[in-house]
């Protein structure tokens, strides 16, 4: 079953990321791969994350689809104009990945090439307009094509950034243009999110999309701090940063903590999935698929995953 | 916050699909601009910087969307966004790009609020079309390559 069927089906789902390296060596991919196998819905792949080369996104998903895997490719409008961006999702169509992630993209100057041009042709919400228009066969010159791409459309959402009451709108604009599922920043400051999805929820925007709220397990309280000062966008409680600082096993807390999250994020109205994001620690998501009760896909599947590991 | 409105007669063209996002034939020009044409949007793109350059920041894109944006100009993004902010604002609305700057979105947010233009904002607004870069935004609405500005909101019935 693919992810597509799953969101119509409207069951939970879990998603997990996937950074490629920074060279060429597939094997990394494959390996890394291994750990998500059988426990999660769709694997997203990032591109060029933090405006950083990697390896390409499409490429890599093809090798998950090799793996056996649903990749969810992620395209930024950072790097592509409105040729490129087309070129890429007719090709990934080619290679039968179907998941799209629509993202602005981050700044260029943050990454490792700070003097490269920004390209920005379109913005997220546009991007995903095109998607839905070449899934349409259509092209954004308004020339019709003979086979569409078979696409799966996805968008992104911040629910801790300011001017919150936007973030809805701007959610409701992306569900106009064709997502059909969100995945959001990772959640530590529960309230705020409680709160945010009290405004979808008042809009009714849960009912016309999946949302999977973003989780991401930490192995220290030096990577919160990190974080909240480097990653824009991102609140974290001092309560904790601080509970992080006190455990005597700052990796099992933190491995506690995102299960006790995944746990909260169940049972808020709305929320149709979870999107772990191991960064750099991809071997914890058995554990915490298990603990937090993810582990749905198959059961009978464990014990031959436990060989895996 | 208003719950949005979106069948009244009149408010329509607030409520734009993906596929008015995708339209870009509307902007496109059949053929190259005659010689008169071209003076003429020199002229007009001057005396449209008189007015837009010291009073919006305008960044002449000559597809202005100022009146969906509650009179500020959101080409001031380092990112260009048309749609809304990205999801890199920082605590207390500062720019992901620019720390040191408010976000675009943020100070256009809080105008429209205060406006009461936010139904304005709901509009998926069209990909830019680079060719109409630094042309006169008046003389494209006069020549109906992109849409008038929306000055008067229809008010909402309670």
Redesign the interface.
């Known amino acids: 079953m693919r992810l597509r069927e799953k969101i119509e089906d409207g069951r939970f789902l879990f998603t997990a990321e996937l950074g490629p390296p920074k060279s060429s060596n597939g094997n990394v991919i494959r390996r890394k791969s291994a750990h998500f196998r059988n426990i999660v819905d769709g694997v997203n792949i990032t591109d060029n994350q933090t405006a950083i080369v990697r390896l390409s996104s499409i490429a890599a998903a093809k090798i998950l689809l090799e793996e056996g895997l649903e990749p969810v490719v992620q395209m930024t409008?950072r790097d592509r104009n409105?040729l490129a961006i087309q070129s890429d999702l007719l090709g990934m169509a080619a290679l039968e990945i179907e998941n799209v992630l629509c993202l602005?993209g981050?700044?260029q100057?943050f990454g490792n090439h700070a003097e490269a041009k920004?390209v920005?042709?379109?913005?997220?919400?546009?991007l995903?307009?095109?998607a839905?228009?070449l899934s349409e066969g259509?092209f954004?010159?308004?020339d019709k094509m003979k086979t569409p791409p078979a696409l799966c459309i996805g968008g992104?959402?911040?629910p801790f950034?300011?001017?919150l009451?936007?973030?809805v709108?701007?959610l409701?604009?992306k569900i106009?243009?064709?997502a059909s599922f969100i995945q959001t920043?990772p959640v530590y400051d529960l309230e705020r999110f409680r709160y945010w999805m009290r405004l979808i929820r008042?809009?009714g925007l849960h009912e016309k999309i999946a949302i999977l709220a973003g989780v991401m397990p930490v192995k220290s309280s030096r990577a919160l701090y990190h974080m909240e000062a480097e990653v824009?966008?991102i609140?974290i409680p001092q309560k904790l940063i601080q509970r992080m600082e006190n455990a005597a096993d700052s990796k099992e807390e933190g491995v506690k903590l995102a299960v006790e999250t995944i746990h909260q994020l169940k049972e808020i109205e709305g929320v149709r999935g979870i999107h772990l994001m191991p960064l750099m620690w991809e071997s914890i998501t058995p554990r915490i698929a298990k603990e937090a009760g993810l582990n749905h896909n198959a059961n009978t599947k464990l014990d031959q995953r436990g060989e895996q590991i | 916050?208003t719950?949005k409105n979106s069948s009244k007669k009149g408010q329509k063209h607030i409520?734009?699909?993906?596929?008015d996002?995708?339209?870009?034939?509307a902007t496109r020009q059949k053929e190259s601009p005659s010689r008169k044409e071209k003076a003429l949007s020199k002229f007009m793109l001057l005396a449209e910087d008189l007015v837009k350059v010291p009073f919006f920041r305008c960044q002449r894109c000559g597809e202005c969307i100022l009146s969906h944006t509650g009179f500020i100009c959101s080409q001031r993004c380092?990112?260009?966004?048309?749609?809304?902010?990205?999801?890199?604002?920082?605590?207390?609305?500062s720019c992901?790009?620019y720390p040191e700057r408010k976000?675009i979105?943020?100070l256009i947010?809080?105008r429209a609020r205060r406006l009461k233009r936010?139904p304005l904002?709901?509009r998926?607004?069209k990909?830019?079309n680079?060719e109409l870069e630094k042309t006169s935004a008046w003389l494209n609405v006069l020549k109906k390559r992109i849409e008038p500005p929306i000055f008067r909101m229809k008010k909402e019935r309670k």
């Open positions: 409008c409105r602005t981050d700044y100057r920004g920005f042709d379109l913005d997220s919400v546009q995903i307009a095109a839905k228009s259509y954004l010159s308004g992104a959402a911040n950034a300011d001017p009451e936007f973030r709108l701007r409701e604009k106009r243009a064709g920043q008042e809009y824009p966008g609140t | 916050m719950k409520k734009m699909s993906g596929r996002a995708t339209d870009t034939l380092p990112k260009r966004l048309r749609n809304g902010p990205c999801g890199g604002t920082g605590e207390g609305g992901e790009v976000c979105w943020y947010y809080r936010i904002l709901n998926i607004e990909i830019h680079w």
